[in-house]
């Protein structure tokens, strides 16, 4: 098979989303092992096209970068309009997967996306007016045309056969897997302090504000460290001795921020998966996470589990994640080894193959 695979978002600073982008790609391109031809495609800016080669350079894919002024305005026109066909700029192919950034039309071909979230449908007012329309109308046009939809757990498959009203056969379940680079050995951050990590964009479904409610409850002797670039929406005031914020974190980078840790803090009220949990276990660390179903399966059984809007919960739950360190940490190491790129490229590949 010919399998294009739309790379957009790796043309920005990675995180959730971008980070799935590659790692997925690097998992098909490991369960294809040669024996299908995989391009990775993505028309964007002249900046953005540098990124994108050095997110794909390695990988046994072909790189098809078209450089675009008005890259974002060009992406969003030729969704709407529906034309010309994908093939045009790509040539044949056998299936096309397009990402969060555009829905490209194609004449023939297993057609294909992947959803990590409905926040914009099931909590519009956690996301700006430009995201609510440009996801809003990729939903439309997944939920009308694809022949299948990927999502990154189950509880998100059960959110797009709800409010897609996409049927369950179309829907196929592509864990994210944790990259090699979060692991218990390796460089730890030192802040000065012992400290509390959070890590996400600054936003209103992120939760610090209660966070930090929690944290001046009782500190329990920990800074708090808040990794993450600005999102929208009124910014939390992270000031004071012991509130370190440290801003947006390379990918490459924040291994070395949860090892350094002594428990992570995951108060969001709401996520597709939670790949922050996962990648926090993998470093051995202890973690405390909101009670909202769609985290159970980042979770498992191995992290504290607290009710996001209540600090008092949330400052007990970091107590109890430190009384439980080494139980935490043995649990959480196993869970996450279940998460790998492979088995997320493995099950992707095996849908077209089927579909196919």
Same mark, same amino acid.
């Given at each position: 098979?010919?399998?294009?695979?739309?790379?957009?978002?790796?043309?920005?600073?990675?995180?959730?989303?971008?980070?799935?982008?590659?790692?997925?790609?690097?998992?098909?391109?490991?369960?294809?092992?040669?024996?299908?031809?995989?391009?990775?495609?993505?028309?964007?800016?002249?900046?953005?096209?540098?990124?994108?080669?050095?997110?794909?350079?390695?990988?046994?894919?072909?790189?098809?970068?078209?450089?675009?002024?008005?890259?974002?305005?060009?992406?969003?026109?030729?969704?709407?309009?529906?034309?010309?066909?994908?093939?045009?700029?790509?040539?044949?192919?056998?299936?096309?997967?397009?990402?969060?950034?555009?829905?490209?039309?194609?004449?023939?071909?297993?057609?294909?996306?992947?959803?990590?979230?409905?926040?914009?449908?099931?909590?519009?007012?956690?996301?700006?007016?430009?995201?609510?329309?440009?996801?809003?109308?990729?939903?439309?046009?997944?939920?009308?045309?694809?022949?299948?939809?990927?999502?990154?757990?189950?509880?998100?498959?059960?959110?797009?056969? #709800?409010?897609? @009203?996409?049927? +369950?056969? $179309? *829907?196929?379940?592509?864990? =994210?897997?944790?990259? &090699?680079?979060?692991?218990? %050995?390796?460089?730890?951050?030192?802040?000065?302090?012992?400290?509390?990590?959070?890590?996400?964009?600054?936003?209103?479904?992120?939760?610090?504000?209660?966070?930090?409610?929690?944290?001046?409850?009782?500190?329990?002797?920990?800074?708090?460290?808040?990794?993450?670039?600005?999102?929208?929406?009124?910014?939390?005031?992270?000031?004071?001795?012991?509130?370190?914020?440290?801003?947006?974190?390379?990918?490459?980078?924040?291994?070395?921020?949860?090892?350094?840790?002594?428990?992570?803090?995951?108060?969001?009220?709401?996520?597709?998966?939670?790949?922050?949990?996962?990648?926090?276990?993998?470093?051995?660390?202890?973690?405390?996470?909101?009670?909202?179903?769609?985290?159970? #399966?980042?979770? @498992?059984?191995? +992290?504290? $589990? *607290?009710?996001?809007?209540? =600090?008092?919960?949330? &400052?007990?739950?970091?107590? %109890?994640?430190?009384?439980?360190?080494?139980?935490?940490?043995?649990?959480?190491?196993?869970?996450?080894?279940?998460?790998?790129?492979?088995?997320?490229?493995?099950?992707?590949?095996?849908?077209?193959?089927?579909?196919?």
């Amino acid at each position: 098979m010919r399998i294009v695979f739309d790379v957009t978002p790796l043309s920005h600073p990675r995180t959730g989303v971008g980070n799935y982008v590659l790692g997925s790609l690097s998992g098909l391109a490991k369960a294809a092992a040669g024996k299908h031809e995989l391009v990775a495609w993505a028309p964007t800016s002249a900046a953005g096209a540098r990124l994108v080669a050095e997110a794909i350079d390695g990988m046994p894919v072909e790189g098809r970068i078209v450089r675009l002024p008005f890259a974002h305005a060009w992406r969003t026109l030729w969704s709407r309009a529906g034309r010309p066909p994908a093939e045009r700029f790509v040539g044949p192919f056998d299936a096309l997967h397009f990402s969060d950034w555009m829905f490209p039309p194609q004449r023939s071909g297993i057609r294909s996306t992947m959803i990590h979230d409905l926040v914009p449908l099931r909590f519009p007012e956690w996301t700006t007016p430009r995201t609510r329309s440009m996801h809003g109308a990729k939903y439309r046009n997944a939920a009308r045309t694809c022949d299948l939809v990927f999502v990154n757990s189950r509880y998100t498959g059960g959110e797009t056969e #709800e409010l897609l @009203g996409v049927s +369950a056969d $179309r *829907i196929r379940v592509a864990h =994210p897997g944790v990259d &090699s680079r979060f692991r218990p %050995e390796g460089e730890r951050a030192d802040l000065g302090r012992p400290y509390a990590v959070t890590v996400a964009t600054l936003e209103p479904r992120k939760n610090l504000e209660t966070l930090l409610a929690a944290h001046r409850i009782d500190s329990h002797g920990l800074a708090l460290a808040v990794v993450g670039g600005e999102g929208w929406g009124p910014q939390p005031d992270v000031q004071g001795d012991d509130l370190l914020r440290l801003g947006f974190v390379a990918h490459e980078e924040l291994a070395q921020y949860y090892r350094g840790a002594e428990v992570l803090v995951v108060p969001s009220r709401f996520e597709g998966f939670g790949m922050t949990v996962v990648e926090g276990m993998a470093c051995g660390i202890p973690c405390v996470v909101s009670s909202h179903p769609s985290l159970d #399966e980042a979770c @498992g059984d191995a +992290a504290v $589990r *607290i009710d996001p809007d209540d =600090p008092e919960a949330i &400052s007990a739950g970091i107590g %109890e994640a430190l009384a439980r360190r080494d139980e935490l940490r043995a649990r959480g190491l196993e869970h996450a080894r279940a998460f790998t790129w492979r088995a997320c490229g493995a099950a992707m590949l095996a849908a077209f193959e089927e579909a196919a």
